[in-house]
């Protein structure tokens, strides 16, 4: 769709973001039966995202578009679609570990969830009632969580925009790695704070190496 071309270099580099990609993920392979649902569809879910990336290079691209008018209705677009697939919670695996929500109670959950939101009720998923106070303000997160996300949408765009898509997506490969350097820091990670495993870091030299070489 784009027309480009690639040379040896380019090809070589990519096998070896997605070598360094199946280092990190070793340790996870003696779960990996039970996981391959989830794995083959996150694998499928990279169709329309390549399809998006690609799309946004052609408007950035062809159409000069503005990088903050492209996110504007990006937002849009995500909005809309995040309604069209509300019904997912109904549904236990997407739920997990908590049973889906009935549809009944649906606006009920919605309320408060947006309540816990500010930090008043919580929902308690086996009970299925709305019981005891949300120890934290869930909404001062998201706002911090916001202020990030909202620079990597925009620097993303801009990367599509004055680079490639497909650069993108061979840099956004050693967030991988990075990630669990990050969850080292209990201030950063809190309960989620991980080892940096051996995996990690040969994860992180090949994926590094494999950026220079592209």
């Known amino acids: 769709f784009l027309h480009s071309k690639y040379r040896l270099v380019h090809y070589v580099g990519a096998v070896l973001v997605v070598f360094g990609v199946c280092v990190r993920l070793i340790p996870k392979f003696s779960t990996f039966s039970a996981s391959l649902p989830w794995i083959l569809m996150m694998v499928a879910a990279q169709v329309p995202a390549a399809a998006s990336n690609i799309y946004k290079e052609i408007g950035l691209k062809g159409a000069a578009l503005d990088v903050w008018y492209a996110n504007a209705w990006i937002g849009v677009y995500q909005f809309l679609f995040g309604l069209a697939t509300v019904w997912t919670v109904s549904l236990d695996a997407f739920m997990d570990p908590h ?3 009935p549809f009944s109670q649906l606006l009920n ?3 408060a969830a ?13 009970l299925r009632q709305y019981q005891e106070y949300c120890s934290d303000v869930p909404a001062l997160i998201f706002a911090v969580y916001i202020v990030f996300n909202i620079i990597y949408n ?3 765009l801009y990367v599509f925009k004055k680079g490639s898509s497909v ?27 991980d080892d940096f ?18």
């Open 154 to 156: 925009h620097l993303m």
């Open 167 to 193: 650069l993108f997506v061979i840099a956004s490969a050693l967030r991988l790695p990075l990630v669990d350097l990050l969850c080292m820091s209990s201030f950063l990670a809190g309960r989620a704070q």
């Open 99 to 101: 049973p889906g929500v």
């Open 197 to 214: 495993t051996i995996y990690d870091g040969f994860a992180l030299f090949i994926l590094v190496f494999g950026m220079i070489v592209y």
């Open 114 to 126: 947006n309540e816990c939101f500010f930090g008043k009720v919580v929902y308690d998923a086996q």
């Open 109 to 111: 959950y919605t309320a």
